[in-house]
């Protein structure tokens, strides 16, 4: 005997069998705990980079290139945005997510303090 001649022969079975699901569905989305917009921090680090007189290509050559290349080895770097105009440099690294921003920002410091970046 399947669901559907049961339902046949008890017509009040199937409705409160379905008055019993949607119920039951309520009271289950209504428990939800899952906020619409969770707060989330996305971990970013921005180095911005100053250059007086020097062309954009300058710029992304000596400055921004060494820059992405030194912050590529740090741990948990999802992708890097760089953007090189004249005299600036700015360099954006997204972290995933998880991720502690302080711990990051520290973990960018350290290689920056321990490579030989140039001066000009």
């Known amino acids: 005997m399947s669901l559907s001649d049961l339902s046949i022969r008890n017509p ?10 949607v119920v039951f569905g309520w009271l289950g989305y ?10 989330i921090d996305f971990p970013v680090v921005n180095i ?7 062309s954009p290509e300058s710029v992304d050559l000596d400055v ?32 995933r997510l998880g991720r502690d921003v302080d711990v990051a920002l520290k973990d960018v410091r350290r290689v920056f303090y321990g490579s030989r970046l140039p001066t000009y």
């Open 48 to 54: 911005t980079t100053y250059w007086e007189a020097a």
């Open 30 to 39: 209504q428990g939800l705990g899952i906020s619409q917009f969770p707060e």
């Open 64 to 95: 921004t290139e060494i820059i992405e290349d030194a912050v590529f080895g740090v741990e948990a770097v999802d992708y890097v945005q760089s953007a090189s105009s004249e005299g600036l440099s700015m360099v954006t690294v997204n972290f």
């Open 12 to 21: 009040v079975f199937a409705v409160m069998l379905s008055a019993a699901l």
